[in-house]
Nanobody
Framework: QVQLEESGGGLVQAGGSLRLSCAAS????????MGWFRQAPGKEREFVGG????????TYADAVKGRFTISRDNAKNTLYLQMNSLRTEDAAVYYC?????????????????????WGQGTQVTVSS
């Protein structure tokens, strides 16, 4: 089992940037396809983007494409979500999640229930 812990959330003005981190322990992140999800109050958890197990393929939801970037540092065993040009509608609790079922370059999946391990989340607030 891999344990995941998100950090980096906070309050930012619209148009600003934040970088979220997802630190892993127990197993290397390179064993998993990884996803970032978010959940705003009263809404369902939604897929933000993901990284293949190989690290070579990223996938993004249309709402964040061109503004958010996912990367991984194997030496630090940490996944990142760089968020630029933030909008008020990006405000949510952000979660990272690990999918042990995919291999190689297969793209991360958007369905939350396929992910095995989740972090506790980090709050992102965007003011107008």
């Amino acid at each position: 089992q891999v344990q995941l812990e998100e950090s980096g959330g906070g309050l930012v003005q619209a148009g600003g940037s934040l970088r979220l981190s997802c630190a892993a322990s127990g197993r290397p992140l390179s064993m998993y396809a990884m996803g970032w999800f978010r959940q705003a109050p009263g809404k369902e958890r939604e897929f933000v983007g993901g990284l293949s197990r190989s690290g070579g393929n990223t996938t993004y939801a249309d709402a964040v494409k061109g503004r958010f970037t996912i990367s991984r540092d194997n030496a630090k065993n940490t996944l990142y979500l760089q968020m630029n040009s933030l909008r008020t509608e990006d405000a949510a609790v952000y979660y990272c999640a690990a999918d042990s079922h995919l291999t190689g370059a297969a793209r991360a999946r958007a369905l939350a229930r396929v992910y095995d391990n989740w972090g506790q989340g980090t709050q992102v607030t965007v003011s107008s």
